[in-house]
Every structure is written in structure tokens, then in C-alpha cells.
């Protein structure tokens, strides 16, 4: 029997990363129902109490509707907490690798597999499984570190992760590079030790093949497995004058671009006869004060900018609502930069939405065909202008649902049967099982 263990402490959340944890799962379920005998094991760090297997596997089925068959042996190893970020106050990304290490440490002297999955991002730990003799398997979502996060700092861009106080000094910049460019050979180091390496997006593929130099031959490109099918039975026709937008309200995801924007499509379209009344929709989660706080300064901005009797924000609610917001909207908005991949584009598209999503990272690599399936925009005006434009084309029955029956074919190749196939394929041919 060979033992698998994921490496994943909020394995109970409910966000594409746990999607992908619990779909892989489900296909060593397949591969054992087919012969092969395997026993699964997560770390995770939720709290130890009565019954949470039962639990956690009841919310895995509400919420991702994955249903992991009892013929598969499951335990659960429970591992200290990770550390808050926040609390890091220097030296973030080696505090945070280094705190990594010794939750892996924690992990492996509990329960030492045959085989170890990291689907967290955590490359570190791979020095721990490795001194434990296991092989190593990662499903990387995105890169720690990357040359775009290099060039930021060499261009003095204040972003979410690069504070206008560093930017101001040529000294704290030269030496913020040399951290990242020490780190960033760490990073490839560590990450070469993988046996197996799967990447979300073209996007990651291309990071990662420049950074993990010594395992570019295990390299895969494997898309995250999207509900696809469960959004395709809306009907395209008869949508309401609708804009949404998906995702948690974190500082990446620039909710204010979304909000200028459409600010700037509303001066447009306040005397068009049937367009006058387009709503811009913002759903997603709030993970805590500061986020509460981020959703509080975006209705300052809608209020300031004369647009907030048509901005609506729809907060922490579960995925039948949302599923409701997909059944009327009639284009999906999408504007984080250099997003790895953008299973929320890939959602929008799958039910019937004319996508606009910002021209980088996965959605730019792999998602969108721009006039085809979607549309790409970076900029205020540029988000704008593709705003009329998929209002307008909403307007033009015909064409309107010839690109949003494109989008929704295109969506199919994110499909979850598509990721089972893939991730088995690899494991068997890898001989890791």
C-alpha cells in the first residue's frame, strides 16, 4: 500500500486551492477503487474535535459537491497553526519559509509517507520530506517569488506588496533586490528537489521553468479543476443590465479599478435608452477586520464618485447565491494583475457571461481569446471601453450570444473531468505510485 500525504493546513476552507486538494483526492480514490491500494493522509491545522473528519467531509460535498468514497482510507494529522503573516514585521518571505520548515518538521516525525504533496506553495518543506526519504509532489498555484515582483521593485512601483515608503529610497530598493534575487535562487534550490511538478497556467509554467531550473523535465502544465459544468445549464439569452464581479476583497484583486472604471461607463450610458440602469455587482468574501475595512473605503469611492445608487456589494454569502447573481448577469469583470490563473473568469465564462478580464497572468495566458471568448483590458479607459462594448454587444442578441457560447465551449477545457484525467495520467506515468 502506498501512503500519500497532503501537505495542506486549511484544508476546511472553501477556496480554489482546497478545490484542487479535495479533486485530487478524488482521483487517488478512482485509482484505488481501480486496484491500486493507497491511503491518504492531510496535515492540517484545524482544531482537533469530535467527529471533524465526518465534518470536514459534509462541508467538502456542500460546497465543492466532492463526495470522497468511504472504500478510501482517509486520516487527518493535525499540526500546530501557521504564523499570521502580519506578525512577521521584516524579512517576510524567509520568516515565512522558515516557519514553513518547522511545520513540515512537525508533520513528518507524526506521520512519514511514501509520497509528499505540497498543494500549498510551501517549496520549503520539500527539504523536510526529502531528508525523510519521501518523493515529492507540488501543485504549484503561483510563485513565491517572481521576476515581475523584481521588476516592480527595479521600476519603484508601490503596489499591495511594495509600499510607497521603499519606492522613495534608492538604497532600501537595491537592497529589497538583492533579498528577492537570494531568495529567488533559494526558492529554485528548494523547489528543484520535486519528483513531480504540476503548475495551474502558462503563466506559472513560465515562472517556475526559470526558477526551478534543475526539475524543468517534471514539469506539467495541469489547469485547477473548475465547476464548469453545473454553470453551463443557464440560459445566455434575456440577461439584466448587470456587471459582476468575484472574488475576496483583498488589496490584489483592485476592486478600485473596477469601481473608476465603471464610474467612467456610467457618464457614458446615463442617457442611453436601455442602458441607463447597468449595475455594477462586487461578490466575495471578507476574511477579516481589514477586509471589512477595504469594502468601507470602496463604498467611500462609489459615494465620491457619484455611482453608489448603482453599486451593489453582495458580502460572504454561499455559492447558491452566487450561483443566482451567474443566472442574470450579462458581463463578468475580472482586474487583478498577473493573476496566476482566474478560476473566477473561467466560472464567469462557463455561465454565460461576456468576460472582461485584465490582459495578464492566467487569463491573458490562457483563458481569454480577446473578441472571441472574452475581452482584455488593463487600464481605467480601457476597462471602461470594454464595458460599452460587451453592454453594447449585449444589446445585439445574435452577436452577443455567439461570444458568450464561445466563452462557455472555451470553459470546458477547465473542466473537472479534464484535471482527474491529467493529475492520474501524471502519477502513473511518473511511477511515483
Request: glycine share 6%.
Amino acid at each position: 500500500m502506498k501512503t500519500i500525504a497532503f501537505f495542506h493546513p486549511h484544508c476546511s476552507a472553501g477556496g480554489g486551492g482546497e478545490r484542487v486538494l479535495w479533486k485530487a483526492i478524488e482521483a487517488l480514490a478512482e485509482l484505488n477503487d481501480e486496484g491500486l491500494k493507497i491511503q491518504v493522509a492531510i496535515y492540517t491545522s484545524d482544531d482537533r474535535k469530535e467527529r471533524y473528519a465526518q465534518e470536514v467531509l459534509q462541508k467538502v460535498n456542500e460546497r465543492f459537491a466532492i463526495k470522497i468514497p468511504s472504500t478510501l482510507s482517509l486520516k487527518f494529522v493535525h499540526i500546530p497553526k501557521k504564523r499570521d503573516p502580519s506578525t512577521f514585521k521584516r524579512l517576510t518571505l524567509v520568516a515565512e519559509s522558515v516557519d514553513t520548515i518547522k511545520l513540515a518538521w512537525n508533520s513528518l516525525n507524526q506521520f512519514t509517507p511514501d509520497i509528499f504533496v505540497d498543494t500549498t506553495g510551501c517549496a520549503f518543506t520539500f527539504l523536510v520530506a526529502k531528508l525523510a526519504l519521501c518523493k515529492v509532489i507540488a501543485y504549484v498555484h503561483y510563485p513565491t517569488v517572481s521576476t515581475d515582483m523584481l521588476q516592480l521593485v527595479w521600476e519603484r512601483r508601490p503596489t499591495y506588496n511594495n509600499s510607497s515608503t521603499l519606492t522613495k529610497s534608492s538604497l532600501a530598493t537595491y537592497i529589497k533586490l538583492i533579498y528577492y534575487s537570494i531568495f529567488a535562487i533559494a526558492y529554485g534550490l528548494i523547489g528543484s528537489l520535486s519528483d513531480v511538478v504540476m503548475v495551474n497556467s502558462t503563466w506559472t509554467y513560465n515562472h517556475i521553468h526559470f526558477l526551478w531550473r534543475f526539475a524543468r523535465k517534471r514539469m506539467h502544465i495541469v489547469y485547477p479543476p473548475c465547476d464548469v459544468q453545473s454553470l453551463q445549464s443557464f440560459q445566455i439569452e434575456k440577461r439584466d443590465n448587470m456587471i459582476l464581479s468575484i472574488g475576496q476583497f483583498r488589496p490584489e484583486k483592485d476592486h478600485p479599478l473596477q469601481i473608476k472604471s465603471f464610474a467612467r461607463l456610467r457618464k457614458r450610458v446615463q442617457n442611453h435608452p436601455k442602458l441607463h440602469d447597468v449595475r455594477l455587482i462586487l461578490v466575495g468574501s471578507c476574511r477579516g477586520e481589514s477586509d471589512e475595512n477595504r469594502v468601507g473605503e470602496l463604498r467611500k469611492l462609489a459615494q465620491s464618485l457619484g455611482i453608489a445608487e448603482h453599486v451593489e456589494f453582495v458580502l460572504n454569502q454561499p455559492f447558491p447565491v452566487l450561483k443566482e447573481y451567474f443566472s442574470k448577469a450579462s458581463v463578468g469583470l475580472h482586474t487583478m494583475w498577473n493573476e496566476h490563473f482566474g478560476i473566477g473568469v473561467v466560472e464567469m465564462q462557463a455561465a454565460g457571461l461576456l468576460t472582461i478580464a485584465h490582459n495578464s497572468g492566467g487569463p491573458k495566458s490562457d483563458i481569454i481569446k480577446p473578441n472571441k471568448t472574452g475581452l482584455l483590458a488593463s487600464t481605467e479607459e480601457e476597462y471602461a471601453n470594454a464595458m460599452y462594448t460587451a453592454c453594447i454587444d449585449g444589446l445585439d442578441n445574435e452577436k452577443c450570444k455567439q461570444l458568450r457560447s464561445s466563452g462557455r465551449q472555451s470553459s470546458t477545457r477547465f473542466s473537472d473531468e479534464v484535471f482527474n484525467v491529467s493529475f492520474k495520467k501524471l502519477l502513473l506515468e511518473s511511477k511515483c505510485i
